[in-house]
């Protein structure tokens, strides 16, 4: 039987509370502990919020004075943004637009560094056939799970992205409990990409680009009709 | 944070800049200090997450939370600066001091930093008197007795405020079941 809410609370506040179960109380540790780092309690200077708004206004500053040269260069484009091929991929178009900006830093020699991954996208899918982009990850244990480690590679296919994950330390669950497989990008927004009983051999598929969502989470589920995630992760995984 | 400030933000509008950083500074500092251990440091990875913030801020959907998109963008930063610091050649470990800033360990995770951004946002939104037992309690190591001497108040009323604030913090960060 789980706790009641009083009895988290109570634990969490310190007090000792017998008829937690040790799985409830590792996830209740683990919040303790982080109210006890440092980082959570730590003040900026006064000064940083100065030195901010100086940091940024100066980088727009700078900016509207490159563009103001740029335009003013006899011969240079001005930074133009094309509209999207019609029926492109909308990815497709922001990529042409920022080719376009780019073009007059170029012809000054001025440094792009988004060039080289523009180069890199475009040669994989200028090259024509069948072609698998892949990425892997490291997948690494959570307080819930300290001993779990494996991988995960990512491989787009036709029908959405293929995730093989391949994890150890993780006890099998079975019944009313399984765990279930999770992606999330930078906004926190998670989507579901597969249940299963053992970490081991695991083919997930996930229909949201992992470019896109790059946060891989395995959590504790019980099929008790929430569809959401639990929070109990047990494993994690970033692409970089 | 509404539309405007957001959107004067893009522009570079010095008081945006300021009202974005007044809503999530703290939470970017607390990012920074976890990922690197100095304070020093994390005053500039915070600058840098600032600059960054605007320069990517043009593509950002503004009907999309902020607060998700700033504190990914900290993280990642912090993690870079982490990793060209740790590149850089210096004296050989065994001839610093073990308690030197520049000596760490080996980089908070990613899902870590995200948590300190998540616990870092319940803590700040407590009433004052809650968060600074909180704050005594899990950080200082503090009993409740010795909290209520510090304070000068009732134990029950240490108590009484604890329990209060540890349920806010419950529900802010997804504890309770109910």
Same mark, same amino acid.
């Given at each position: 039987?789980?706790?009641?809410?009083?009895?988290?609370?109570?634990?969490?506040?310190?007090?000792?509370?017998?008829? &937690?179960? /040790?799985?409830? @109380?590792?996830?209740?540790? $683990? *919040?303790?502990?982080? +109210?006890? !780092?440092? =980082?959570v309690?730590?003040?900026?200077?006064?000064?940083?919020?100065?030195?901010?708004?100086?940091?940024?206004?100066?980088?727009?500053?700078?900016?509207?004075?490159?563009?103001?040269?740029?335009?003013?260069?006899?011969?240079?484009?001005?930074?133009?943004?094309?509209?999207?091929?019609?029926?492109?991929?909308?990815?497709?178009?922001? &990529?042409? /637009?920022?080719? @376009?900006?780019?073009?007059? $830093? *170029?012809?000054?020699? +001025?440094? !792009?560094? =988004?060039?080289?991954?523009?180069?890199?996208?475009?040669?994989?899918?200028?090259?024509?056939?069948?072609?698998?982009?892949?990425?892997?990850?490291?997948?690494?244990?959570?307080?819930?799970?300290?001993?779990?480690?494996?991988?995960?590679?990512?491989?787009?296919?036709?029908?959405?992205?293929?995730?093989?994950?391949?994890?150890?330390? &993780?006890?099998?669950?079975?019944?009313?409990?399984?765990?279930?497989?999770?992606?999330?990008?930078?906004?926190?927004?998670?989507?579901?990409?597969?249940?299963?009983?053992?970490?081991?051999?695991?083919?997930?598929?996930?229909?949201?680009?992992?470019?896109?969502?790059?946060?891989?989470?395995?959590?504790?589920?019980?099929?008790?009709?929430?569809?959401?995630?639990?929070?109990?992760?047990?494993?994690?995984?970033?692409?970089? | 944070?509404?539309?405007?400030?957001?959107?004067?933000?893009?522009?570079?509008?010095?008081?945006?800049?300021?009202?974005?950083?007044?809503?999530?500074?703290r939470l970017?500092?607390a990012?920074?200090?976890?990922?690197?251990?100095?304070?020093?440091?994390?005053?500039?990875?915070?600058?840098?997450?600032?600059?960054?913030?605007?320069?990517?801020?043009?593509?950002?959907?503004?009907?999309?939370?902020?607060?998700?998109?700033?504190?990914?963008?900290?993280?990642?930063?912090?993690?870079?600066?982490?990793?060209?610091?740790?590149?850089?050649?210096?004296?050989?470990?065994?001839?610093?001091?073990?308690?030197?800033?520049?000596?760490?360990?080996?980089?908070?995770?990613?899902?870590?930093?995200?948590?300190?951004?998540?616990v870092r946002q319940a803590v700040g939104e407590l009433?004052?008197?809650?968060r600074?037992?909180?704050?005594?309690?899990?950080?200082?190591?503090?009993?409740?007795?010795?909290?209520?001497?510090?304070?000068?108040?009732?134990?029950?009323?240490?108590?009484?405020?604890?329990?209060?604030?540890?349920?806010?913090?419950?529900?802010a960060?997804?504890?309770?079941?109910?």
């Amino acid at each position: 039987m789980t706790a009641s809410d009083d009895e988290r609370i109570a634990y969490l506040a310190g007090e000792d509370v017998p008829s &937690l179960s /040790a799985e409830e @109380a590792a996830e209740l540790d $683990a *919040l303790r502990a982080e +109210l006890g !780092v440092a =980082a959570v309690w730590d003040e900026p200077p006064a000064s940083l919020e100065d030195q901010v708004v100086r940091a940024v206004t100066e980088a727009a500053a700078a900016e509207r004075a490159s563009h103001a040269t740029m335009a003013a260069e006899p011969g240079a484009a001005a930074p133009a943004q094309p509209a999207p091929a019609e029926g492109a991929p909308s990815w497709w178009g922001r &990529l042409r /637009a920022r080719l @376009a900006l780019h073009r007059p $830093a *170029l012809a000054l020699g +001025l440094p !792009v560094v =988004a060039a080289a991954a523009v180069a890199i996208v475009l040669v994989t899918s200028s090259n024509g056939g069948p072609h698998e982009l892949q990425f892997a990850m490291v997948v690494q244990g959570t307080p819930l799970a300290p001993g779990a480690h494996g991988s995960a590679t990512l491989t787009k296919k036709v029908s959405g992205w293929e995730i093989k994950l391949n994890a150890t330390g &993780l006890p099998r669950r079975e019944g009313q409990q399984f765990y279930q497989a999770w992606l999330k990008n930078a906004a926190g927004v998670l989507v579901p990409v597969g249940t299963f009983n053992d970490a081991r051999n695991v083919t997930l598929w996930s229909g949201v680009p992992v470019t896109k969502f790059r946060s891989l989470s395995v959590t504790q589920q019980v099929a008790n009709g929430n569809p959401k995630s639990s929070g109990r992760r047990v494993l994690t995984g970033t692409i970089r | 944070m509404d539309r405007a400030t957001r959107r004067r933000f893009r522009d570079g509008d010095p008081d945006a800049v300021r009202a974005i950083y007044r809503e999530y500074g703290r939470l970017v500092f607390a990012v920074a200090v976890r990922a690197l251990g100095d304070r020093g440091l994390a005053e500039e990875v915070t600058q840098q997450t600032f600059v960054k913030a605007w320069r990517a801020a043009a593509s950002v959907d503004e009907s999309r939370e902020i607060g998700p998109w700033l504190a990914a963008i900290a993280r990642r930063t912090a993690i870079d600066f982490y990793r060209r610091e740790s590149l850089r050649t210096g004296a050989p470990l065994e001839s610093v001091a073990a308690d030197d800033p520049a000596v760490v360990t080996a980089p908070a995770s990613a899902e870590a930093l995200y948590e300190t951004w998540e616990v870092r946002q319940a803590v700040g939104e407590l009433p004052d008197d809650e968060r600074e037992i909180v704050r005594l309690q899990h950080f200082e190591g503090m009993t409740h007795g010795q909290i209520a001497a510090q304070l000068g108040v009732a134990v029950g009323t240490v108590k009484s405020r604890s329990f209060r604030a540890h349920r806010r913090l419950a529900t802010a960060l997804g504890h309770l079941r109910e």
